[in-house]
């Protein structure tokens, strides 16, 4: 079975642009997670979706948004980036509730 | 609100063991736990539920006290393996899954 792919791997953006993050669960996976994570901050929860459906969101600027496909593919868009955006971004998927998150590699974005 | 972890970090030797402490101010209906390996995603080690269900790895041992808002994670016999960054998430009845800041661990030979 395939892992959490998330692409691209590596982004170099320089502030006020924006930036969109693929990720692509697990089959069978409808639900999709989205994580920052910064040196010494652990892992910061930015939203989750269920079925194309928003279900949860973290304490993030609105200039952080994402959306689901109905395949369950997910996307999370950054704009006006700043310097602090600069972060490992992870996607994690699952099955249903109280099931193991499993994640991706991450996307490394760097703000310049 | 973010859970709490302690320590922030450990180190061990071949062998002994650790404990790593998790809690939350908030009432809680599940608590997971992942470890992460420098360059790594993170990987799933466990879940405590409610009530007394648990899910993970047949040689990690943790607990759950509903009543403190406090999980535990076991690390018995440490191995080089055991190495990395071990993260607690706790879920509260807004049924979001919130992470701590991590606890180090380095074991050496």
């Known amino acids: 079975k395939a892992g959490v792919t998330q692409t691209p791997r590596y982004l170099i953006k320089t502030r006020g642009q924006q930036v969109t993050l693929s990720c692509s669960p697990i089959s069978g996976h409808r639900s999709v997670s989205w994580y920052q994570q910064t040196p010494g901050q652990g892992l910061q929860f930015l939203f989750e979706?269920?079925?194309?459906?928003?279900?949860n969101k973290g304490n993030f600027p609105g200039r952080f948004s994402g959306r689901q496909f109905s395949n369950s593919r997910s996307e999370m868009n950054v704009s006006t980036l700043e310097l602090g955006d600069s972060a490992l971004y992870l996607c994690?998927?699952?099955?249903?509730?109280?099931?193991?998150?499993?994640f991706g590699n991450g996307t490394r974005l760097t703000v310049t | 609100q973010q859970p709490v972890q302690s320590p922030q970090a450990v180190i061990l030797r071949e062998g002994e063991d650790a404990v790593i402490n998790c809690s939350s101010s908030k009432a809680l209906y599940s608590v997971h736990w992942y470890r992460q390996k420098h360059g790594e995603a993170p990987v799933f080690l466990m879940i405590l539920l409610k009530g007394g269900e648990q899910k993970g790895h047949e040689k990690i041992s943790a607990s759950f006290n509903e009543k403190k808002q406090q999980s535990s994670l076991y690390l018995t016999a440490s191995q080089l393996s055991y190495s990395g960054t071990y993260f607690c998430?706790?879920?509260?009845?807004?049924?979001?899954?919130?992470f701590g800041g991590g606890t180090r661990l380095m074991v050496k030979p």
């Open positions: 979706y269920f079925s194309e459906t928003q279900r």
């Open positions: 998430g706790t879920e509260d009845a807004g049924n979001m899954l919130t």
């Open positions: 994690a998927s699952s099955g249903d509730r109280y099931s193991p998150l499993h």
